[in-house]
């Protein structure tokens, strides 16, 4: 009796042994998690888990020295700045400008600001940024239509470096803190556009000149109060309202133009709405409204990290926004049968993006999205999407 009792005792220990050693072991050598996904229990290997995560944190920490690097950056170009502005403030040969009797303020010079805003402006030959710019221009355009890198001679970049850190300097003097707005303040924008007009090949007579000047100051006050009324607008709804103000600044410059001048000066802008913009944009064709549909939905899920749950609501407002979009190229097919004038597809690029403005708006205020997500929508994609068909 004991003998068997024996067997059995060393049967039971061998079947603990194998056990273990197949059951037992492995999870502790490669411990694994039981998790619920959608619904349905998942179990996975802990390492591969923890690998994971230590390359996101990895990822996370390469992006923080990267943010680091750029703040770094950004603070030696302000420290630039303020050097260029001191350079110009006391003249080329670094020696502060005298005092006026009874004069107050920095420098002792009564509205030294304005003072410095003048000379600032006088000392930059806005003509030959523009003409960087054109080239800049020229070359975003071949990247975008024929596909060929961006390349540039390093006299032109540097000027266009150059021209931002002017933009910022002149903002801080006048208050303007987006370099783009810059030009179109009511001090900056006569002496701004005299030299773009000049950079753009145009030459004008005194009378022009005069002239120019009353329009900028005009164009420049409306310009104010409509920026103040954009309130949190998106990235693509402040782009079609910089560009509708183009649009508006363009017929105020064919008044003031003779017509060899005014074609003179849209030559290198064409018909492109946001020409010399940072707009990016990405071309979508497709042989029927339900691909072109598909496309954009996807193109919203990856650029705003939306998952397989908000995927019925995003392609409702994709199909939605592509027939808006198909049926207002129809109208204007229709009207202009390929010979539009060269305004009027300006202006159709224009609306198409208020379309596709909207369309990114009704995404955040029908999606349930975490705090992350609804930041991306408010801001929009920046992106304009440009549909064509097959």
């Known amino acids: 009796m004991s003998r068997h009792l024996v067997l059995i005792a060393a049967g039971l220990m061998i079947l603990v042994a194998v056990w273990f050693a197949q059951v037992i072991r492995p999870k502790l050598e490669h411990p694994t998690i039981t998790v619920d996904v959608d619904g349905q229990t998942k179990t996975m290997d802990k390492a591969k888990i923890e690998a994971t995560f230590q ?20 603070a030696g170009l302000l420290v630039a700045v303020e050097q260029w502005q001191a350079r110009a403030q006391h003249g080329s040969a670094g020696t502060p400008p005298k005092a006026d009797p009874g004069a107050t303020g920095p420098g ?13 402006l006088e000392s930059t030959d806005f003509s030959k940024y523009t003409e960087a710019i054109v080239k800049w221009a020229k070359a975003d355009g071949e990247m975008r239509t024929q596909g060929t890198p961006i390349k ?22 006048v208050g303007v803190s987006d370099p783009l707005e810059v030009p179109y303040d009511e001090k900056v924008s ?5 030299g773009w007009i000049k950079g753009m090949g145009v030459t004008l007579d005194a009378d022009q000149e005069a002239r120019l000047g009353e329009t900028c100051y005009t164009c420049a006050r ?9 309130g949190d607008a998106n990235r693509l709804q402040k ?16 008044k003031l133009l003779a017509p060899a001048q005014y074609d003179l000066y849209m030559k290198p802008i064409g018909a492109d709405a946001f020409w010399a913009r940072e707009a990016p944009r ?7 409204p339900a691909g072109a549909s598909k496309m954009v939905g996807g193109f919203w899920a990856s650029s705003f990290g939306l998952g397989d749950a908000a995927r019925t609501t995003v392609d409702e407002v994709a199909s939605r926004y592509v027939q808006d979009v198909q049926r207002r ?6 009207r202009y049968a390929g010979n539009a004038p060269r305004e009027e597809q300006m202006r159709l690029q224009v609306d198409l993006v208020k379309m596709q403005a909207d369309a990114e708006r009704q995404l955040g205020q029908r999606l349930t999205l975490t705090p992350e997500q609804q930041a991306q929508v408010k801001a929009g994609t920046g992106t304009v999407l440009q549909l064509g068909w097959k």
Not at 55 to 74: G, I, M, S, V, Y
Not at 190 to 194: G, I
């Open 222 to 230: 409306s310009r104010a109060e409509e920026l103040k009324s954009l």
């Open 152 to 173: 540039l001679d390093p006299e032109t970049m540097n000027l266009l470096v150059e021209y931002r850190m002017r933009l910022l300097a002149i903002g801080r003097i």
């Open 55 to 74: 390359e996101l944190r990895n990822k996370a920490d390469a992006a923080r020295k990267e943010a680091d690097a750029l703040k770094a950056t950004n």
């Open 239 to 254: 782009l079609a309202w910089a560009a509708g103000r183009d649009l508006q600044w363009s017929s105020e410059l064919r």
């Open 108 to 120: 002792g010079a009564a509205g030294s600001k304005g003072e410095e805003l003048r000379r600032l």
């Open 329 to 334: 190229q129809q109208e204007f097919q229709a």
């Open 282 to 288: 990405q071309s979508i064709t497709s042989d029927s």
């Open 190 to 194: 006569s002496t701004f556009f005299k």
